[in-house]
């Protein structure tokens, strides 16, 4: 199923025009992450382990570039 996903995932980060909001992602469990009660420091501190091996400019992306982005805020 994770390869399903992540050839998807893949082919939609391809796209100039789409964005994926991480918050929204099951992770690790078959629930998604807004159900799971885990609160904002539980979903931040996943989030930076799940990045833990990206560059700083994927870092960036992940954590407000995208968002920044998407929303066109001036950051």
């Known amino acids: 199923m994770f390869a399903f996903w992540k050839k998807g995932m893949t082919v939609l980060a391809a796209c100039p025009n ?3 909001n991480l918050g929204g992602l099951t992770m690790l ?4 992450v807004e159900k ?10 996943a989030l930076k382990h ?4 990206a560059s700083a ?5 992940i954590f407000s570039g995208t968002a920044a982005r998407a929303y066109r805020l001036n950051l």
Request: hydrophobic letters at 55%; proline letters at 4%.
């Open 50 to 53: 799940m990045a833990a091996g």
């Open 18 to 20: 789409v964005s994926v």
């Open 36 to 45: 799971m009660g885990i609160g904002y420091a539980g979903l931040l501190n």
């Open 57 to 61: 400019e994927e870092k960036c992306a």
């Open 29 to 32: 469990l078959v629930a998604p």
